[in-house]
């Protein structure tokens, strides 16, 4: 069975070019395509919503609003925390700008980029980088095929190196 256009349980491989503010700011590779499951909210929702329809070969643009895409930039996901909270990372290992995973008391998992480095605290800032801005997606629909059983059930492509133990675990 072949997919011939983009639809929900489509496994869609594209080459794109991410533009913010006249500046590339992600790529794929020549040879390395983006995989995403088609209607799994695997991309960002306006991208999702422009590739529905589309076909193998096919070419496009599209700009998209905050809305759209990551959402409006939000000053109240930014949290000032002691830094003894830090845990096990040493402080030459802090850098403005890097990534951390923030388990809060629940035991729910975070990412937020360090703001600012304080004496005793750290600035965190929990917004997606890309958030409150106009993205621009230059794309090519490189390859369709309908996504399988496995792939369906955990709403994520597996792709050519998925190891077949890790199916039998449930993974």
Do not use: C
Not at 21 to 47: F, K, R, S
Not at 66 to 88: F, M, T
């Amino acid at each position: 069975m072949s997919s011939e256009i983009i639809a929900d349980g489509v496994v869609v491989s594209l080459a794109y070019q991410l533009e913010v503010d006249g500046e590339i700011v992600a790529q794929t590779e020549p040879g390395d395509p983006m995989e995403y499951l088609h209607g799994a909210e695997n991309i960002v929702p306006g991208l999702e919503e422009a590739l529905t329809g589309k076909r193998k070969g096919d070419k496009m643009s599209v700009t998209l609003t905050p809305d759209q895409a990551y959402g409006e930039y939000d000053p109240d996901d930014i949290d000032e925390v002691p830094l003894v909270d830090v845990g096990d990372m040493e402080m030459g290992e802090l850098e403005v700008g890097m990534v951390l995973e923030v388990e809060d008391d629940e035991g729910d998992v975070y990412l937020a980029f360090v703001r600012e480095i304080g004496d005793e605290t750290l600035v965190l800032d929990f917004n997606p980088p890309l958030a409150g801005k106009t993205l621009t997606y230059h794309v090519e629909v490189l390859d369709l095929r309908p996504a399988t059983e496995m792939e369906m059930e955990h709403g994520h492509v597996h792709g050519a190196l998925w190891d077949e133990d890790e199916e039998d675990d449930g993974e």
